[in-house]
T-cell receptor, first 116, second 119 residues
Framework: DAGVTQSPTHLIKTRGQQVTLRCSPISGHKSVSWYQQVLGQGPQFIFQYYEKEERGRGNFPDRFSARQFPNYSSELNVNALLLGDSALYLC???????????????FGPGTRLTVL | AQKITQTQPGMFVQEKEAVTLDCTYDTSDPSYGLFWYKQPSSGEMIFLIYQGSYDQQNATEGRYSLNFQKARKSANLVISASQLGDSAMYFCAMRELGAGGTSYGKLTFGQGTILTVHP
């Protein structure tokens, strides 16, 4: 079975540009979460979507937005890129929302964004 | 606010020896889950082990075990019989389950510990 897939793998942008990152969850998973991992730190929660609705949002500016499609895939958009947005962006999928191990989050390989 | 602290930036262990990676947490929610993930240089986060706040016994998964001390708010990961392939970054994470066990998926991660296994 295919795991969580993300595209692109790597991306280089310049300050002020906009970027869209894509995530396809594991088949049957209805929840997708996005995390930002700056080099040398642990991942920081950005968003969670479930059944196409935003169900959680981390402490990120409005430049960050996301959506989930009917097939449960998701896009993360970042506008007006700053140098500090350079990071590994991880997508995770789970069956549902409940917090126990039955809804373990499976992570994708990430998209490495570099902002110059 | 929930917080995870990993005080060991780096750890070294000899192949076949056991190693303990420390994790302490802070939460006011009586219902929570604790996770450990492994992140190789490729970047993908690999789930290792889970401990629920109401679980009476320490979790074990193969060579991984979680030393859960609730009163001390610690959830240390023990890796037995270390292998060269265990060299990676390890993250402790927590999810507050809140009322009704619905946590909306947010995992709070620590800073991580880089484990290096020597032959």
């Amino acid at each position: 079975d295919a795991g969580v897939t993300q595209s692109p793998t790597h991306l280089i942008k310049t300050r002020g540009q906009q970027v869209t990152l894509r995530c396809s969850p594991i088949s049957g998973h209805k929840s997708v979460s996005w995390y930002q991992q700056v080099l040398g730190q642990g991942p920081q929660f950005i968003f969670q979507y479930y059944e196409k609705e935003e169900r959680g949002r981390g402490n990120f500016p409005d430049r960050f937005s996301a959506r989930q499609f009917p097939n449960y895939s998701s896009e993360l958009n970042v506008n007006a890129l700053l140098l500090g947005d350079s990071a590994l962006y991880l997508c995770a999928s789970s069956l549902g929302l409940a917090g126990g191990p039955e809804n373990e989050q499976f992570f994708g390989p990430g998209t490495r964004l570099t902002v110059l | 606010a929930q917080k995870i602290t990993q005080t060991q930036p780096g750890m070294f262990v000899q192949e076949k020896e056991a190693v303990t990676l420390d994790c302490t947490y802070d939460t006011s929610d009586p219902s929570y889950g604790l996770f450990w993930y492994k992140q190789p240089s490729s970047g993908e986060m690999i789930f290792l082990i889970y401990q629920g706040s109401y679980d009476q016994q320490n979790a074990t998964e193969g060579r991984y075990s979680l030393n859960f001390q609730k009163a001390r708010k610690s959830a240390n990961l023990v890796i037995s019989a270390s292998q060269l392939g265990d060299s990676a970054m390890y993250f402790c994470a927590m999810r507050e389950l809140g009322a009704g066990g619905t946590s909306y998926g947010k995992l709070t991660f620590g800073q991580g510990t880089i484990l290096t296994v020597h032959p």
